[in-house]
């Protein structure tokens, strides 16, 4: 199944997990901006580098490069071309949005579906807050329903369980200020292809509710 979806939302929002069923289950590929700059700084081109500079001395990767990015991507990667994708964190400003708008025109994707995740700061501070990541294998608990069996030790690997430095509660009100800010703006830009979608359900309801529309899309 071929789709080419966006999907928006705060970070936290939950986003990117479902954006990784969907892939899981249907091929379609997520593209999420943190992955492609991880995998072309590792590519170590000249590109490669001057991304990896930027990310190293805390700067932000300018609009133009990352648009760069996710158009090399676009026109290369061949399980794209059959299955299409999910943009999953990008754009993020209304600028980057104009950019790829013209990136898909040259390829010849067009947007069918711009799914917005709606939730509430508070919503998102409790998840993010309860959440437990293995730092050995990346598996994620929550202090509320999902603890490990040993306090702090991972199930799997043994791993320690922790909350990731950056998931305080300054941290999380502060990203979501600067999504306000700078990206919320693209749900004007994208009123015409807009769906909304609750976000402060279980993973599986939302998942539900993504599947019949991602399906009634599909079949339109
Ligand atoms: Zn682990």
């Known amino acids: ?24 289950k249907y091929g379609i590929c997520q593209i999420s901006t ?6 072309v700084i590792a590519r170590k081109t000249d590109l490669g580098k001057k991304v990896a500079n930027y990310v190293h001395n805390g700067e932000l990767v300018p609009d133009e490069v990352i648009v760069e990015i996710v158009k090399d991507k676009l026109a290369q990667d061949k399980d794209i071309k059959e299955n299409g994708f999910i943009l999953d964190g990008f754009p993020r ?19 069918e579906a711009v799914v917005f995740f709606e939730i509430d700061l508070e919503t998102i501070v409790k998840r993010i807050l309860g959440r437990l990541t293995c730092a050995k294998c990346g598996k994620i608990y929550n202090s509320y329903n999902n603890l490990p069996a040993q306090e702090g030790q ?28 700078q990206t919320e703006p693209l749900l004007g830009y994208y009123e015409d292809s807009l ?12 998942f539900e509710d993504l599947e019949e529309i991602v399906s009634a899309k599909i079949n339109a």
């Open 154 to 181: 991972c199930d799997v690997c043994g791993g320690k369980v922790a909350r990731r430095v950056d998931d305080t509660e300054e941290k999380i009100r502060k990203r979501f200020s600067i999504y306000k800010e």
């Open 34 to 39: 943190g992955d492609l700059l991880r995998e």
């Open 195 to 206: 769906i909304k979608i609750a976000g402060d359900k279980d993973l599986n309801a939302i």
């Open 93 to 111: 400003t209304v600028r980057q949005a104009d950019l790829l708008r013209k990136v898909l025109q040259d390829n010849n994707m067009q947007l």
């Open 1 to 24: 199944m071929k789709k080419f979806l966006l999907f928006l939302g705060a970070p936290g929002s939950g986003k990117g997990t479902q954006a990784q069923k969907l892939q899981n």
